[in-house]
């Protein structure tokens, strides 16, 4: 059994005055996360639980006040410049919404193929263009979309350029933050589609932060359920989204419709 | 004996200027005290339908097709004015957004005696008025009503501020009320919460709801029929209890199939192909056609059935699938 890919031990970080929320500071504690490799695991929580945050934390795009976080056996708070650089290629993030998170000045070939020029910089300019293609192929995007900007495709469209993005550094862990919400019902199913593909065929390690208990209870293996900055149940995504032990997990349970 | 409250025939929207037609022969009727669903995905029309029968939009207006409520015919010559005479008595309006329809510079419990002044001339101070609007307040489930009536809207949570504008829809005691995916903004255990309140409300009190949504599985759990837009077009009018029973439009059907929802496997789940149809179809071939597993060249070619005023089970399958046997 090889070591945890992510492990969060009791790691806290609260935010200042300048973020009070309705008179309320936000504080994240006592977040315990593991990851294991070829897991998909789920971190489900409503708006303000800190499942974002979190995502944040695992991604390195923010920091954290106290605990630990070991990243494949060593600790990210004593990376050197150069291992910073590689956990870029490592983790890669799919955000929520896909109008904000793709460059517009940039065509789709180059927001792709910028990771593999940075990470992979042994590969030439034929190399790296047919790489984009077979990537764009791989999410279902016509291979010759490449010279296009991202306003010409639609919300599923640009959800599907920011995973090949992701996928382009062949990264061992893929954070998807809520990747499915700022989409249209049949495009959700479309993209949920391209998930379990891309589960079944990469045997990525996936953390899927959602708000949506029944996509977590379909695609994760674990499930960690945040409230209030806190998690408050964790376990295999089935039996705790079928057989709730916490009353809030009950609770949201019970609303969904 | 169920009384048509509202009731659309042939009803065609465009856009002014250039005339483009969003949303073409819409025909359907909401009877008194029924609670009736909308849904449809983005660009299906849902949304401005009811924006444009109510008045509230500016750039669009009704350019065909007869508009009944109450018994009575509104004029398509100076529409828009009719029949924002109804909104604020006859007709209340819960938008999506909590944050932005309150006056954050206003207590609530002026921005409730204001509705029950426009919509009842009772005095804006009166004790009588106060009383009412505190009642009402009371009714939407908000806790310490007389404390609530002197606070402003940024000391209330999404959900309460959606009660609130509930409340002020309730106080002016419409035949109708008009929810626009009101709970979109919420979290789940919040958007059960206001929906099965607000619901329970209307009830009681014998009001009409129409409920707008994308929340295929929402509106089934809540309303009682639903007509389901698609690029502009009326594709079906169904009672809920039918959905998931194969008795239905193939678009509904797909739509339905599309959500993971209880209970449902990820075999169960098959995505519907494609991108949804923006507004404005018109009513040459079915908009569904391209990503219908079901379609022939006919629904390309043919013109879709219109309704006048949508019965039940109104399906508009050029292959007359889900028709009611």
């Known amino acids: 059994m090889s070591a945890p890919l992510v492990m969060l031990q009791d790691v806290a970080k609260s935010f200042g005055r300048r973020l009070l929320v309705q008179n309320r500071s936000f504080t994240l504690s006592g977040i315990n996360i593991t990851v294991n490799r070829g897991e998909v695991v789920g971190i489900l929580g409503e708006s303000g639980s800190g499942k974002s945050t979190v995502a944040n934390i695992i991604t390195r795009l923010t920091s954290y006040d106290a605990g630990s976080y070991v990243y494949d056996g060593r600790d990210v708070s004593g990376y050197l410049k150069s291992e910073s650089f590689g956990f870029k290629s490592k983790v890669q993030i799919v955000f929520q919404d896909p109008y904000g998170s793709l460059n517009p000045r940039a065509t789709v070939a180059d927001s792709i193929g910028e990771g593999i020029k940075l990470h992979q910089p042994q590969l030439g300019k034929t190399e790296r263009e047919a790489r984009v293609r077979q990537l764009l192929d791989e999410v279902g995007l016509p291979p010759d979309c490449g010279d296009r900007y991202p306003h010409e495709f639609s919300g599923g469209q640009r959800q599907r350029i920011a995973i090949a993005r992701a996928l382009a550094v062949e990264p061992e862990l893929l954070v998807c933050d809520e990747p499915l919400s700022s989409l249209d019902v049949s495009i959700q199913a479309q993209v949920l589609e391209l998930f379990v593909k891309l589960i079944r065929e990469r045997h990525l390690t996936i953390v899927f932060i959602s708000h949506d208990v029944n996509v977590v209870r379909l695609i994760c293996d674990r499930v960690y359920v945040m409230h209030e900055g806190r998690i408050v149940e964790e376990g295999r995504a089935h039996d705790v989204l079928t057989h709730p032990q916490n009353e809030y997990t009950e609770r949201l349970l019970a609303a969904v419709y | ?325």
Do not use: W
Not at chain 2, 187 to 216: F, K, P, W, Y
């Open chain 2, 1 to 325: 004996m169920t009384v048509p409250l509202l009731e659309l025939r042939d009803v065609t929207i465009a856009l002014r200027g250039s005339n483009r037609r969003m949303v073409t022969g819409v025909g359907l009727s909401v009877s008194v005290g029924e609670v009736f669903g909308v849904v449809g995905e983005s660009g299906s029309g849902k949304t401005l339908l009811t924006r444009t029968v109510f008045g509230l939009q500016d750039d669009t207006y009704l350019a065909g097709g007869t508009v009944n409520f109450a018994g009575r015919t509104l004029p398509l010559d100076g529409y828009m004015k009719a029949a924002r005479k109804l909104l604020g008595g006859e007709v209340g309006f819960v938008p999506q957004d909590p944050y932005s329809s309150l006056n954050p510079t206003m207590r609530v419990g002026e921005q409730i005696t204001e509705a029950l002044y426009l919509a009842k001339r009772m005095p804006m101070n009166g004790t009588a008025t106060r009383q009412a609007a505190i009642d009402v307040l009371g009714e939407v489930g908000i806790p310490e009503p007389e404390l609530a009536f002197r606070q402003f809207p940024d000391q209330f949570s999404g959900g309460m501020r959606q009660r609130i504008v509930f409340a002020i829809a309730l106080a002016q005691d419409p035949k109708l009320l008009i929810a626009d995916e009101p709970t979109t903004a919420l979290d789940a255990i919040t958007q059960r919460r206001v929906i099965e309140l607000m619901l329970d409300r209307c009830r009681t009190r014998g009001m009409a709801v129409i409920l707008i949504s994308h929340n295929l599985e929402l509106l089934r759990q809540s309303v009682d029929r639903l007509a389901v837009l698609y690029g502009g077009q009326l594709h079906n009018i169904a009672e809920t209890a039918a959905i998931g029973h194969h008795t239905i439009h193939p678009y509904t059907e797909a739509l339905f199939d599309c959500i993971p929802s209880k209970g449902k496997t990820l075999e169960d789940i098959r995505a519907i192909r494609g991108e949804p149809a923006g507004a404005g179809f018109g009513l040459k071939g079915c908009a569904f056609a391209s990503r219908c597993r079901y379609a022939e060249p006919i629904c390309v070619e043919s013109d879709l059935p219109l309704n006048s005023a949508a019965q039940n089970g109104f399906t508009a399958c050029l292959l007359g699938r889900g028709a009611p046997q």
